[in-house]
């Protein structure tokens, strides 16, 4: 689950991880008023969706710039105005962009130097590991590849947590001295707080800035929760803005189907993650596109096979569709049950190939067999691929 | 011939009275394996089935029973409590099958367990299974049959798949380890095939990993060094995009790492081979071992 740069400010707010001042608005008014009350002559306006590089990006209105400074509330206002209800196109959304619902008005700061500061569960060492280096405002990926000794890497022991020496060895390692270093040292301490108290996998600060007043702020960030641990942070789990997300994959978890969209036009349907992948695999390998990931679970229901095949089929790019089941404890029957209750529901306009074995085997076959609808059996993995690969081709 | 359970193995179902808890016991019972007591919380004295007794406590269980192997189905929220109480009870072998477990619970339960005997597998996996004398798992017992193959798989369909192969061609298998789809694991791969290589027994390996990580690596530059025996991998993900939680919490490509080609490629280095697609694993198996 990703979240917005304001929602991330929220969190830093409440952890005591000093960040400029700023607030999130939906309307112009909103956004004059926001910008009024951080009584400052230098205000930025940034436009709030999940994508990078929204600075460089264009609006399909034609305006330039997701990220836009300006001195007074009136100019912010005029900048939210222009921002807001439109659609920003970056590098990273796509040529579709990305409509902009809220934008984010803060105080804006003069960077003097910038720093790279991450906090990531390692999962070699199974303990969380800080990730630093001076090279900041640039990807990490490639300072690590160019200059791999500016980056530092420090282990976080899983049940004392980062202990204050460290933050203050990891200050100085970025060449904080004096009152900077205190204040970066408690800055990376509470990140460490947030870190573990929020059950994220990876907070980035990129770039953590030394302003010209010699303050320690954490600008801009990146999250990533673990999704395990959702159910014990209701805060997050409302942070979610389901129009980033796929409306495949929306529809997807609201029953609890792990699925995720891909490019291609073959659709899959699998139980179990491994299985799943591996029929993508083999999809690509018989010469096909797998059109997304779906893994239905280990104890799928007859309506979660239902509800799983109308969003496989209401995919437009997809040319058919292959269902591969090891019924372990997924009972083949019921799944066969699921499909045929689905076609009958949706009716079918691709043709659809269905490989089952496992648990109950013969059933699921009689049943999809007297059920006379149009679905091509396949005894074994490769054979399935195989078929269809050619129905997607043909169809 | 096998490794970590056979028919001495005397097993405990941690969270037995529960749905899925109780469906497996009774499977694993089904299928010959001993199991000797079940946990629940404030169902002490029960008996499942009429003739499994029910304790409170695993201290209690292991007491009562000598239970060396515990199979846990207690709920994501609990599971890693459950994994250090059969730590603390002594219990040798900890097989967990939940799933959904938080990644800073079993780190925490992780850095316990380095100081207590007990092996852990999974979680969020399918079980361990020695054919014909025990099953620890939600596995289909009919899929499999003895003989001298071991499995270790970080899947569970995808090593049924695998199984299957095997044992419709006439191979059976010496035991099958699911070691788990998430980040942080009891038993990696490597600790898996140091296991097999002391087993007699076990003449040739099957490794199913998936992107991820680089668990698989290491298992790989191990069998380089120490391994003799033939071992036939494939590698789950080769088409999944990058960034994207691929289902199973571990199965993620980051930073341009844990990939499928990077994965493979030091397979073959270390004189792996390495099978093309899932249908095919077990021909390619047969085919070394044919030579």
């Known amino acids: 689950m990703n979240i917005h740069e304001y929602q991330a400010k929220q969190l830093f707010e409440r952890f005591n991880v000093a960040t400029p001042k700023g607030a999130p608005a939906e309307t112009p008014e909103e956004a004059e008023k926001i910008a009024t009350s951080l009584n400052t002559s230098e205000l930025v ?70 720093v790279y500061f991450a906090i990531l569960m390692d999962r070699a060492s199974g303990m969380p590991v800080v990730v630093a280096s001076t090279e900041g405002g640039v990807e990490i990926e490639k300072v690590a590849e160019e200059h791999p000794e500016k980056i530092v890497r420090e282990p976080v022991h899983p049940l004392l947590g980062l202990q204050p020496f460290q933050a203050l060895k990891l200050g100085r390692e970025l060449n904080f001295e004096g009152d900077q270093l205190k204040a970066a040292s408690k800055l990376f301490l509470n990140l460490y707080k947030l870190f573990v108290s929020l059950d994220c996998s990876m907070v980035e600060i990129n770039p953590l800035v030394v302003t010209d007043k010699g303050e320690v702020l954490a600008l801009d960030a990146k999250f990533n929760f673990d999704d395990n641990a959702l159910y014990r942070h209701e805060e997050i789990l409302q942070m979610r803005d389901v129009h980033e997300e796929d409306p495949r994959e929306v529809e997807a978890s609201k029953f609890n189907l792990n699925y995720i969209g891909l490019e291609g036009n073959i659709a899959c349907l699998v139980n179990g993650a491994g299985l799943a992948m591996a029929t993508m695999d083999i999809i690509k390998y018989a010469g096909g596109r797998p059109a997304n990931f779906l893994d239905v679970g280990g104890g799928a229901s007859e309506q979660q096979a239902t509800e799983a ?28 049950q699921g499909i045929i209750n689905a076609v009958k529901a949706v009716s079918l306009p691709v043709p659809l190939v269905v490989r089952l074995e496992g648990t109950n085997v013969a059933l699921g076959k009689k049943l999809l067999e007297e059920s006379k609808l149009p679905i091509e059996a396949a005894s074994d993995l490769a054979e399935a691929a195989k078929r269809v690969v050619a129905a997607a081709k043909t169809g | 011939m096998s490794i970590l359970v056979d ?69 994501a929220p609990f599971a890693a409590d459950a994994i250090l109480e059969a730590a603390d009870a002594g219990v040798e072998l900890i097989v967990c099958i939940t799933e959904g477990i938080p990644v800073m619970d079993m780190m925490r339960a992780q850095t316990v367990l380095k100081e207590k005997k007990s092996r852990l597998i999974g979680p969020n996996c399918p079980g361990i299974i020695t054919p014909g004398q025990c099953k620890i798992g939600i596995m289909p017992g009919y899929i499999h049959k003895p003989g001298y193959i071991g499995v270790i798989s970080r899947s569970g369909t995808l090593t049924y798949e695998a199984v299957w192969q095997l044992t419709q061609r006439g191979y059976g298998q010496s035991t099958c380890i699911g070691i788990g789809g998430d980040p942080i694991n009891g038993t990696s791969h490597l600790e898996a095939v140091k ?81 093309e697609t899932p249908a095919s694993i077990g021909d390619a198996l047969i085919e070394i071992l044919k030579h």
């Open chain 2, 195 to 275: 296991l097999f290589s002391e087993d007699p027994d076990t003449a040739a390996l099957i490794l199913i990993g998936e992107i991820g990580g680089t668990a698989e690596e290491e298992a790989a530059s191990w069998i380089k060094e120490h391994y003799d025996r033939p071992v036939v991998a494939f590698i789950a993900g080769a088409t999944a995009p990058p960034g994207r939680r691929m289902g199973h919490a571990g199965a993620i490509v980051s930073g341009g790492k844990g990939t499928a080609a990077g994965k493979i490629e030091a397979l073959r280095e270390a004189g792996i081979a390495v099978a």
């Open chain 2, 7 to 75: 028919k001495n193995t005397r097993l405990v179902v941690q969270g037995i009275t529960g749905s899925s808890g109780a469906y497996h016991a009774h499977g694993c019972m089904e299928y010959g394996t001993n199991v000797v007591a079940g946990v629940t919380p404030g169902k002490g004295g029960q008996m499942f089935e009429g003739k499994v007794p029910v304790f409170d406590t695993v201290y209690e269980a292991r007491k009562q029973t000598g239970c060396n192997a515990t199979m846990i189905f207690v709920p």
């Open chain 1, 309 to 336: 095949f109308k969003i496989l089929v209401s995919d437009k790019n997809v040319k058919a569709i292959l269902v591969n089941i090891f019924g372990g404890i997924m009972r083949c029957d019921v799944i066969a």
């Open chain 1, 45 to 114: 306006v940034k436009a709030q969706i999940h994508a990078g590089g929204r600075g460089k990006g264009t609006f399909t209105n034609g305006f330039k710039g997701g990220v836009k400074l300006c001195q007074t509330p009136a100019q912010a206002r005029d900048l939210a105005e222009k921002m807001l209800g439109q659609t920003l196109v970056t590098h990273q959304t796509g040529p579709a962009g990305k409509v902009v619902r809220k934008v984010l008005i803060a105080a804006s700061v003069d960077i003097e130097r910038e």
